[in-house]
Nanobody
Framework: VQLQASGGGLVQAGGSLRLSCAAS????????MGWFRQAPGKEREFVAA????????YVADSVKGRITISRDNAKNTVYLQMNSLKPEDTAVYYC???????????????????WGQGTLVTVSS
């Protein structure tokens, strides 16, 4: 599985961005997909995830109410809609995929075997 994240950029505080992650390879529709972010000098942290079935989504408390994750299996793409952005949201955002039909933890970096290259989001104050 190859993942290509896009949609990052520079935005003012309070603005919005939609990140996309296009997947190539097998079994996209059977994989739990996640978004993580890593700010300079900090560890990679969980942002959001969506189960392969699409019926369960998870969002980190730090972004709850501002971020929505969704997927379009017909397009092999997962999205991260980010609203009311804050300077502390500045980070490189990574999409990641789990093994097919996995029921592993959705918020743990180690449970994702495939990672995209990351897209930089910069929020100015």
């Amino acid at each position: 599985v190859q993942l290509q994240a896009s949609g990052g950029g520079l935005v003012q505080a309070g603005g919005s961005l939609r990140l996309s992650c296009a997947a190539s390879g097998r079994a996209f529709s059977s994989r739990t997909m996640g978004w993580f972010r890593q700010a300079p000098g900090k560890e990679r942290e969980f942002v959001a995830a969506i189960r392969w079935s699409g019926d369960s989504t998870y969002v980190a408390d730090s972004v709850k109410g501002r971020i929505t994750i969704s997927r379009d299996n017909a397009k092999n793409t997962v999205y991260l809609q980010m609203n009311s952005l804050k300077p502390e949201d500045t980070a490189v955002y990574y999409c990641a995929a789990q093994a097919p039909y996995s029921s592993s933890r959705h918020d743990y970096v180690g449970e994702y075997g495939y990672w995209g290259q990351g897209t930089l989001v910069t929020v100015s104050s």
